[in-house]
């Protein structure tokens, strides 16, 4: 039997099996599989040895609920009994998100919370529906409560950073990005929206160099998280900051990247004003016109 790693972004397989020592092929691939893992009697997740290690001192804790982990081994008959009842109302609160019902969800995750007050996905998605409630200071401090709860965890900080920008607080939202960063550097979407925001405060030049990065993590394929079109994300952002540095011919290039992985009104404007720039005005005239078109 193969499971799935519950550990964000974790991408390993955990081979269950009852060869002593488990799968040897799963075992002569630790990169890929795990043959050790431990499972959770609240919530019925599994986590690989690298996302959560054994330890001779404490309890090992899981990173979605945090109840008390046991060996991978008692899965059969984890999985027969029924989840804890602060993790069926955080269940309840996921269906209620699922169809468009935040205030709900709302109400459910927050009860989750109060069953376990260190439910960390409880406090995470209490900021998620939070942010679809118009709540957004409130979000900050759910999403801050996550981050406390699991430090080794990056998601919440770009929650929080994505926040601060709705806000309009660029200069904390370019912190929290950094803060996810520090706990994950291979994190892509939160190093794009680093770019962009550096820009919009106006540091271009480290707007860059983040959008370098970003290309790099996207061409090694190491990103830890996957979003579509990341490459031309990544060159768009640099065009722009390029274009505010004026070095148009640079951020023509960037651009034209950009828009030959995925085409959007935002880089067409901002061809349209490195062409018009250049001299170019029938191609000015024509990105303009696309960027219409796709606005």
């Given at each position: 039997?193969?499971l799935?790693?519950?550990?964000?972004s974790?991408?390993?397989?955990?081979s269950?099996?009852?060869?002593?020592?488990?799968?040897?092929?799963?075992?002569n691939d630790?990169e890929?599989?795990?043959?050790?893992?431990l499972?959770?009697?609240d919530?019925?997740?599994?986590?690989?040895?690298?996302?959560?290690?054994?330890s001779?001192?404490h309890a090992?804790?899981?990173?979605?609920?945090?109840?008390?982990?046991?060996?991978?081994?008692?899965r059969?008959?984890?999985v027969?009994?029924?989840?804890?009842?602060?993790?069926?109302?955080f269940?309840?609160?996921l269906?209620f998100?699922?169809?468009?019902r935040?205030?709900?969800?709302?109400?459910?995750?927050e009860?989750?919370?109060?069953?376990?007050?260190?439910?960390?996905?409880?406090?995470?998605?209490?900021?998620?529906?939070?942010?679809m409630?118009?709540r957004?200071?409130?979000?900050?401090?759910a999403?801050?409560r996550?981050?406390?709860?699991?430090?080794?965890h990056?998601?919440p900080?770009?929650d929080?950073?994505?926040t601060?920008?709705?806000?309009?607080?660029?200069p904390?939202a370019?912190?929290a990005?950094n803060?996810?960063?520090?706990?994950?550097?291979l994190?892509i979407?939160a190093?794009?929206?680093?770019?962009?925001?550096?820009?919009?405060?106006?540091?271009?030049?480290?707007?860059?160099?983040?959008c370098?990065?970003?290309i790099q993590?996207?061409?090694?394929?190491?990103?830890v998280?996957e979003?579509p079109?990341?490459?031309a994300?990544?060159?768009?952002?640099?065009?722009?900051?390029?274009l505010?540095?004026g070095?148009?011919?640079?951020a023509?290039?960037a651009?034209d990247?950009a828009?030959a992985d995925?085409?959007?009104?935002?880089?067409?404007?901002n061809?349209?004003?490195?062409?018009q720039?250049l001299?170019?005005h029938?191609e000015a005239?024509a990105?303009?016109?696309?960027?219409?078109?796709l606005g």
């Amino acid at each position: 039997m193969i499971l799935s790693c519950s550990g964000w972004s974790c991408s390993r397989l955990i081979s269950v099996s009852d060869v002593p020592g488990g799968n040897p092929v799963a075992r002569n691939d630790p990169e890929h599989y795990s043959v050790d893992f431990l499972v959770c009697p609240d919530c019925h997740c599994t986590f690989c040895d690298r996302c959560v290690p054994r330890s001779p001192f404490h309890a090992a804790r899981c990173k979605d609920c945090s109840g008390e982990l046991v060996d991978g081994t008692r899965r059969p008959m984890v999985v027969v009994a029924p989840k804890a009842e602060c993790v069926q109302r955080f269940d309840a609160g996921l269906e209620f998100g699922r169809a468009g019902r935040p205030a709900e969800a709302l109400a459910a995750f927050e009860e989750a919370t109060r069953l376990r007050e260190t439910y960390i996905s409880a406090h995470f998605n209490r900021g998620i529906a939070l942010k679809m409630l118009g709540r957004a200071a409130d979000a900050i401090v759910a999403f801050g409560r996550a981050a406390q709860l699991d430090p080794s965890h990056a998601q919440p900080w770009y929650d929080i950073g994505g926040t601060y920008r709705q806000l309009g607080d660029l200069p904390r939202a370019v912190e929290a990005y950094n803060r996810a960063l520090a706990v994950e550097p291979l994190f892509i979407a939160a190093r794009i929206n680093l770019a962009v925001t550096l820009n919009d405060v106006g540091r271009a030049d480290d707007a860059i160099r983040a959008c370098d990065r970003a290309i790099q993590i996207d061409a090694a394929q190491v990103a830890v998280d996957e979003i579509p079109h990341a490459r031309a994300f990544a060159y768009g952002a640099k065009g722009a900051a390029l274009l505010k540095l004026g070095r148009d011919a640079e951020a023509l290039e960037a651009i034209d990247l950009a828009l030959a992985d995925r085409e959007d009104a935002l880089t067409y404007a901002n061809r349209a004003t490195v062409l018009q720039r250049l001299g170019r005005h029938d191609e000015a005239r024509a990105a303009t016109q696309r960027a219409q078109q796709l606005g």
